[in-house]
């Protein structure tokens, strides 16, 4: 759906996006990250044409965004981290406006602003000046003028920034719902937000990307060894001796005891080494029954702090 080649941005000796590839499928979403000055925000603008980059191109859904801009833009929904709303308009002034804008039909617009209104929960404050409403409420207003003309594709900015976590929750419930019909590039700080949503991320430091795959995929790869967390009927002094002798454990350790005649024990494995069914059968060999087993992959965090930090010690 979305194609992003050789893309190169420069302000003046600075090189804000260097060289980057990517696509995005039809109905994907795909979570977009990286710190502070990673060149996040000028891709974006660059993706939806408000920028035009240095070189490289960008095509929607099979179009040059510069040799097709009307027709390619009209397949875009942007929400810009600070939403572009005249305060003075009330909701609905505003929404018509940017319909107009977009060149919704009459025909067309009222049963479309109904809907969208109805999706965003913002039709109680569709007479309410926009100066007057909530942080919450004016984020909805921005996400509903991104949503008229149904784009096929959805850009969001920091969706969610300066929200309460009631907020935070019922924005994420909403572009999850999007995503059933729309694809979504989702950029976000709040990073188990985007592990909850997205799909694939895609991890930039200084204009290049340093990591791309889906959450799961990356801390397999990333990390060095394999951690499992159980909860094992017994104490200590009967379990560790059978769990160490597993082959392909590198390091056992308890955690302490939660419930009452139970033991929680971390256990280490070598990287790739699978050792969930050799556990299950020492320990039911020991009649030591597994109450829990939990896997400790690498964080979101932990995943963009490595990437990043481990790009700039090279440079």
Known sequence: MIQVENITKHYGQHVAVDQLNFTVKKGEILGFLGPNGAGKSTT???????????????????????????????KIGYL??????????????YLDFVSAIKKVTPAAKKASLEKIMDLVKIGDVRGRLIKNLSKGYKQR????????????????????????PKQIIEIRNLIQQLGQEHTIILS????????????????????????GDTPENLSKSLAASSKLLLRVGGASEAVLPVLQKIAGI??????????????????????????????????????????MMRSLDLTLEEIFLQVTTQQQEVS
């Open 44 to 74: 974006m603008n660059i993706i939806t044409g408000y920028l035009s980059a240095t070189s490289g191109t960008v095509k929607v859904d099979g179009m040059d965004i510069l040799e097709y801009p009307e027709e390619a833009k009209a």
């Open 80 to 93: 810009p981290e600070f939403p572009p709303l005249y305060t003075e308009m009330t909701v609905s002034e």
């Open 141 to 164: 207003v921005g996400l509903a003028q991104a949503l008229i003309g149904n784009p096929q594709v959805l850009i969001l900015d920091e969706p969610t920034v300066g929200l309460d």
């Open 188 to 211: 976000s700080h709040i990073l188990p937000e985007v592990s909850a949503v997205c799909e694939r991320v895609i991890i930039i430091n200084r204009g290049r990307i340093v990591a």
């Open 250 to 291: 590198k390091f056992v350790e308890v955690q302490g005891v939660r419930e009452t005649g139970t033991t929680d024990i971390l256990v280490e494995a070598e990287k790739d080494k699978d050792i969930r069914r050799p556990i299950f059968k020492a320990l039911s060999q020991a009649e030591l029954p597994i109450l």
